[in-house]
């Protein structure tokens, strides 16, 4: 009898992964493929080759780019390099990126760049805020932007126990930003909560006298931005390939309005400085970008939404590659009828519409 129920069990347990083995090739969109979407004016950008993950530009053209994130489960091809900040300006013929020199004493050595965002301050000062990840914590560094100089001086290292796996964050006012957290557990627990589809991350305010969870029940929070109004706030929920649209309380809590679900695992989220649409970096198979293949890359996937509040977005493809030229699109950041795309470790596009 003993053995039946111990059999019955065993049966019943290993249907359940089954079950969730294909339900996770399904969230991961294991068997999509890309059809190639390519406007005709695009161009790798020299001097980026291993990753160029979130892409923020100031409305003075100036972009900032992350790059050299090593982050578990995705590939890394300079893996003994620290992470790096470029600059590109928009506003210049050709433009090229050049590194931004940081200085303050930050350690350099043990940078990994993740999501960012820039703050521009009353007095025009110009700050960008960088989630990192050095020894694979999670801080936020703030950095003053020196624009003559093109150097960052850096200035502060926040961190906090509720600032845990983070993976974006959106800058509301002087340090004061929510942060989307991607993973609830930070060790081998991860894995059984991918599987088993907990959804128990989340996204938080920061402020130096109130720190809070404000949104929460996502599987995976990625990337966020914030309307050009500023009163809703884009949040992507990578696992489950959405993109929730949520009002700003006046005591920074969210609240929900609606979820925007898209066939492609959504990473950052801009929105376009000229329309006000969502730009989305995506994964179109994730599969591919978890089992890194060269023969058979990851692919790169940029939407745009329109009239995201509304009861019918718009979405349409502005980039699709099967991974010939850009891999692993994480990020899409638009300004004056430019496009820049950016990838988790691959290089950097960029496009003349
Ligand atoms: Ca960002
Ligand atoms: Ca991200």
């Known amino acids: 009898m003993g053995k039946l129920v111990a059999l019955i069990l065993l049966g019943a347990g290993l249907a359940l992964v089954w079950e969730r083995f294909l339900t996770l090739g399904e969230r991961l969109n294991a068997h999509r493929e ?18 160029s993950e979130d892409i923020d530009i100031l409305p003075s053209g100036l972009a900032f780019i992350s790059n050299g994130l090593k982050y578990s489960g995705m590939p890394d091809l300079a893996p003994d390099e620290p992470g790096r900040i470029f600059l590109m300006d928009l506003n210049e013929q050709n433009p090229r990126v050049q590194e931004l020199n940081i200085s303050g004493g930050f350690d350099k050595a043990s940078f990994n760049p993740h999501g960012m965002s820039t703050f521009i301050d009353k007095d025009q000062s110009v700050y960008l805020y960088v989630v990192n990840h050095p020894h694979m914590d999670s801080t936020v560094e703030i950095f003053k932007f020196e624009e003559q100089q093109r150097s960052l001086v850096y200035l502060k ?3 906090h126990k509720l600032l845990k796996s983070v993976n974006d964050i959106v800058v509301l006012g002087p340090e004061q930003f929510y942060a989307t957290r991607d993973r609830y557990f930070t060790n081998f627990l991860a894995l059984f909560e991918f599987v088993m589809d ?10 130096p006298r109130e720190v809070k969870v404000v ?4 599987s995976s929070a990625n990337g966020i931005t914030i309307s050009l109004d500023k009163k809703y706030i884009y949040v992507a929920d990578i696992l489950y390939k959405n993109i929730h649209v949520m009002k700003i309380q006046d005591n920074w809590d969210l609240t929900q309005l609606k979820a925007i679900q898209l066939d492609t695992l959504v990473d950052n989220l801009t929105a376009d400085p000229d329309t006000g649409d969502i730009l989305a970096g995506c994964h179109p198979n994730a599969i591919k970008l978890l089992m890194y293949n060269t023969e058979d890359p990851p692919g790169s996937e940029v939407l745009r939404i329109r009239n995201a509040l509304s009861e019918k977005p718009v979405i349409s493809t502005m980039y699709a590659n099967n991974g010939s030229v850009l891999q692993g699109s994480s990020v899409a950041s638009a300004y004056g009828g430019k496009l820049l795309i950016g990838t988790v470790f691959h290089k950097a596009l960029y496009c003349e519409l």
């Open 215 to 218: 949104a929460s029940g996502f």
């Open 198 to 207: 907990l959804r128990w991350t989340h996204v938080l305010f920061y402020s």
């Open 157 to 159: 290292t926040i961190k």
């Open 34 to 51: 890309v059809e190639s979407v390519e406007p005709q004016n695009c161009r790798l950008i020299e001097g980026i080759e291993n990753g």
